[in-house]
């Protein structure tokens, strides 16, 4: 709530259609950004509670010191009530944030720009589900239509992502961007579609967890906290669903699914169908995912602490020369191990275990000696070690700040291989959960999904890769930058993922995007080529 200073192009006088919690956070960034802010709200007691609201949240700002007083009185005083509609004629701006009915959308701008604003104004929908170009259809001058997507809540998320429609003039779309520049935000373009830029590239986070469910790779309690734990995650998947709301989020996906006319990657899951019609939509009902009770209570057991590193006592080769392959041999050093490649190992004492992350593919001698962990990127442990004694891992660099590892095992692994696995990598501080077995097991499977619906909304010009990763981290709290992310793991490591699940799977929500196969067959991998989704000069 830390009041900008002006910026050149911004609307100086601003109107706020829509008095709950999304226009009222508005309307507060709005006063802060030194704009005169009119509120409108068709329920005169919904105005009225609005701005009261926003009153408390200005003098919560000056008790937190967020705000000084008169820093708080002077939005207080741009802040004004507009009991009617025709109090914008004035503004430069309109913002609506009204209900996510196109009919109700259309009604309003039809209105504002045949009777009440001029022409030079500019008219934003925040929708998030509807299209901008469908709610300026209703304007007589779609030219001046834009999207607005602030982030819920608004006055805290630091993200905008800016909109263009089919007719969106660019003169409107650099009102919006300077404007959004004032109230602090982080203002990134975006193409008009479903879900926008941001949303889009989010959907598999909860479409594959929820796969990885009705497939039994994992439970929902295993898979959130395998996010959080390994991935670096505010809150798992299921633990976000609930908290949008169950249902919510399966109205979100049929309207992608139909918007696509039935992009595989996007279709609905029937869990959530089944979620939504026994009355468990999230936290509002008290139950969705996860039990929560009366509220007063936690309604999962806390993460376990981070295991402290060191132990080692032994030798460990590691075969591979990727990232994860070189962040493992430098955890296995720190902890006290003795690290070999392959061929160093023939030389020196059996191995306490072998970690294979190239599947034995480029050595002179098939990897024998000690119990083995094969690395399951490319493929699921059935697949890559059939009838096979070794057990299967899965991580995502950066390792360092993962506190778990995902393991699985198939019929005829070998105890002296789960045994040595365990112990190896509690000595190098993480914890190690068991998972049923599939290519990149749980993490893997979700991000490499996430990494290529940003790579399929770069490649059709929804936004760009730098867009990508600051909306990732400014509007859902992602712990890094997907597309970022992806050039730190190696896109080579991420399309062999996408790869294994469309072989064993044969499903069209896994082919990969041929952006993300191009960037890979022409040797741009990320950070260790310094070039892949963005140039790294490290």
Request: proline fraction near 6%; aromatic fraction near 6%.
């Amino acid at each position: 709530m830390i009041p900008v200073i002006p910026i050149p192009g911004a609307a100086g006088t601003i109107g706020v259609a829509g008095a709950g919690t999304m226009g009222a956070g508005i309307a507060q960034l709005a006063c802060l950004s030194a704009a005169r802010t009119l509120v409108h709200d068709p329920d005169a007691a919904a105005l009225e509670r609005g701005l009261e609201r926003i009153k408390r949240h200005l003098e919560r700002g000056v008790d937190r010191g967020r705000l000084s007083a008169s820093e708080a009185a002077d939005a207080a005083a741009r802040l004004e009530a507009a009991p009617a509609l025709e109090d914008f004629a004035g503004c430069e701006l309109v913002i609506e944030a009204a209900p996510e009915r196109l009919e109700i959308k259309h009604e309003l701008f039809a209105r504002l720009s045949e009777q009440i604003v001029s022409d030079e104004c500019v008219l934003a929908t925040n929708t998030s589900s509807l299209l901008v170009t469908a709610v300026a259809s209703a304007a007589r001058r779609p030219e001046r239509v834009v999207g607005m997507h602030f982030f819920n809540p608004a006055p805290v998320m630091r993200l905008l992502e800016v909109v263009a429609g089919e007719q969106s003039s660019k003169p409107a779309l650099a009102l919006a961007r300077a404007t959004g520049e004032a109230m602090g935000k982080h203002v990134i373009d975006a193409a008009d579609g479903p879900g926008f830029l941001v949303n889009r590239c989010n959907r598999p986070f909860g479409l594959e967890a929820l796969k990885l469910l009705e497939e039994r790779i994992a439970s929902i309690g295993e898979i959130d906290r395998i996010c959080r734990m390994a991935g670096g995650f505010r809150m798992g998947p299921f633990e976000l669903m609930d908290l949008v709301g169950v249902d919510t989020g399966l109205d979100v996906s049929r309207s992608f699914y139909e918007q696509s006319f039935g992009e595989p990657r996007w279709r609905p899951s029937p869990i959530t169908v089944r979620t939504v019609a026994a009355g468990r939509t999230g936290r509002k009902s008290g139950r969705g995912y996860y039990d929560y009770g009366d509220g007063s209570g936690p309604y999962r057991p806390a993460d376990p602490e981070p295991l402290s590193a060191g132990g080692g006592d032994g030798l460990i080769v590691i075969a591979g020369q990727s990232r994860l392959a070189q962040e493992l041999e430098s955890a296995a050093s720190a902890a006290g191990w003795e690290v070999a490649l392959p061929d160093e190992a023939r030389e020196l004492q059996a191995p306490f275990l072998i970690l294979d992350l190239n599947h034995g593919e480029g050595l002179e001698a098939p990897l024998q000696g000690g119990p083995q962990a094969i690395c399951c990127a490319t493929g699921s442990l059935a697949m890559l070690d059939p009838g096979g004694a070794a057990l299967g891992f899965h991580a995502l660099p950066p390792l360092e700040e993962a506190s778990l590892v995902e393991l699985t095992r198939g019929p005829d692994t070998a105890q002296s291989a789960v045994s040595a696995a365990e112990r190896f990598f509690a000595t190098i501080g993480k914890h190690a959960v068991w998972v049923a077995d599939a290519p990149g097991l749980v993490l893997g499977r979700i991000v490499c999904q996430v990494v290529n619906e940003a790579a399929f909304a770069v490649a059709h010009g929804v936004g760009s890769a730098a867009d990508v990763d600051a909306g990732m981290v400014h509007g859902l709290n992602y712990p890094r930058g997907i597309l970022d992310w992806a050039d730190a793991i190696g896109l080579d490591h991420v399309l062999s993922v996408l790869d294994g699940l469309y072989d064993e799977r044969r499903e069209e929500r896994y082919r990969a995007s041929p952006l993300l196969r191009s960037l890979a067959i022409s040797g741009r991998l990320g950070r260790q080529t310094g070039e892949g989704f963005l140039a790294h000069e490290d």
